[in-house]
C-alpha cells in the first residue's frame, strides 16, 4: 500500500477520536448529541493541528466485549463517522472495540472511510475480555463480498494483550502481512500510553518489507523522532489531550507541536541525506 496515495505524505500522523461512551455501554450518558458535539469538536481540532488522518473509536465503551457489539453502537458509529467526513479533509477510518473488524468494515464502506484498525487478525490473544481469536479468514472474504476496498490495518501483539500464539514479533508480523493479508502493521507498547521499543520497530520493520509499519501506542513530540526511525507513520491520542490526560478533549496546540515534530525530524534527514550524497559525489583531493 502507498501511503502517499491514501494520506498525501509518505510519513503519515493519524490522529484518534475517543468517542464518549455509546449506547448500551455501562457509561453511556443518554445524549448522543453530547458525543457527536464532541467527536466534531475533536476532528476539527485534529484537522486544524495538522494530522494526515483521523481514526474513529468506542474507548470510553470499557469494558468491552471481544465479539460483535451492539447494533446499536454499529448504528451510532456509522452517523458519527460520517459526520466527521463531512467535517475534514483527511481519510477517516474507525477502529470497533474490542475486535469487530467485521462491522468496522461494514460501517466504513457503507460511509466511505478509508481504513479500519483490527486489533487482533491473526493468531490467539489473551486479553482483559478473554481470548480472543483472529479471524482474518472471515474477514478478508466479507470485504470481497461487500466489493469494499477499504485498508485493513492490523495490529501484531496488541497492547493489553499476551501472546498465545506465535509471540515472535518478525513471525507474527510475517503471517499478519502474508497469510492475513493486512494492508499496514500496526505495532504497540505493552499498554496505551506507552511506547513500543526501538529494538521491536526495527525487528517489525525488517519483517514487514514494503508494508508499511505504524507506531500504534505512546507517541509523544519528545520520543517521535526516535520512533519514526524505523516506522512509516503513526497513530497517536493519549499525547494530543489537555494536559496530556486521556479523559480530556484534544488540544489543538499540542496537535501542531506533535505534527511540527514530525514534519521536523523528516527534514532533518532529508538534509543529512543531501549532505550525506554531496560528499559522496565531491572529488577526492589528493594529499601529498
Not at 169 to 186: E, F, W
Not at 219 to 235: C, F, K, S
Request: aromatic share 4%; glycine share 8%; net charge neutral.
Amino acid at each position: 500500500m502507498d501511503l502517499s496515495s491514501l494520506f498525501d505524505t509518505p510519513k503519515p500522523v493519524i490522529g484518534v477520536i475517543h468517542l464518549l461512551p455509546l449506547p448500551t455501554s455501562p457509561r453511556w450518558g443518554s445524549s448522543l448529541k453530547e458525543v457527536i458535539d464532541r467527536a466534531e469538536q475533536e476532528a476539527t481540532a485534529l484537522a486544524a493541528g495538522g494530522v494526515h488522518g483521523i481514526v474513529v473509536e468506542n474507548f470510553f465503551d470499557a469494558p468491552f466485549t471481544k465479539d460483535r457489539v451492539d447494533p446499536a453502537v454499529v448504528s451510532s458509529m456509522s452517523l458519527i463517522v460520517h459526520r466527521v467526513k463531512q467535517m475534514v479533509g483527511v481519510p477517516v477510518g474507525l477502529n470497533v472495540l474490542r475486535n469487530d473488524g467485521h462491522s468496522a468494515l461494514a460501517i466504513a464502506s457503507c460511509v466511505g472511510a478509508k481504513f479500519i484498525r483490527v486489533n487482533v487478525l491473526m493468531g490467539v490473544m489473551a486479553t482483559d475480555q478473554g481470548i480472543i481469536e483472529g479471524d482474518a479468514y472471515k474477514l478478508l472474504r466479507y470485504r470481497r463480498e461487500l466489493g469494499s476496498d477499504v485498508k485493513i490495518f492490523a495490529d501484531v501483539l496488541v497492547k493489553h494483550a499476551q501472546p498465545i500464539s506465535v509471540p515472535q514479533i518478525s513471525a507474527a508480523v510475517h503471517d499478519t502481512i502474508h497469510r492475513g493479508l493486512a494492508d499496514a502493521v500496526i505495532l504497540s507498547g505493552w499498554a496505551t500510553g506507552h511506547p513500543p521499543t526501538s529494538e521491536d520497530l526495527k525487528e517489525a520493520k525488517l519483517a514487514c518489507g514494503d508494508t508499511p509499519l505504524f507506531v500504534g501506542s505512546g507517541a509523544t513530540w519528545e520520543n517521535v523522532p526516535q520512533l519514526m526511525e524505523y516506522a512509516d507513520g503513526v497513530i497517536v491520542s493519549s499525547s494530543l489531550k489537555r494536559n496530556g490526560q486521556i479523559q480530556q478533549a484534544i488540544d489543538p496546540i499540542r496537535v501542531s507541536r506533535f505534527v511540527d515534530a514530525v514534519k521536523l525530524n523528516i527534514a532533518n534527514k532529508k538534509n543529512k541525506h543531501i549532505a550525506e550524497e554531496q560528499i559522496l559525489r565531491s572529488p577526492s583531493i589528493p594529499i601529498g
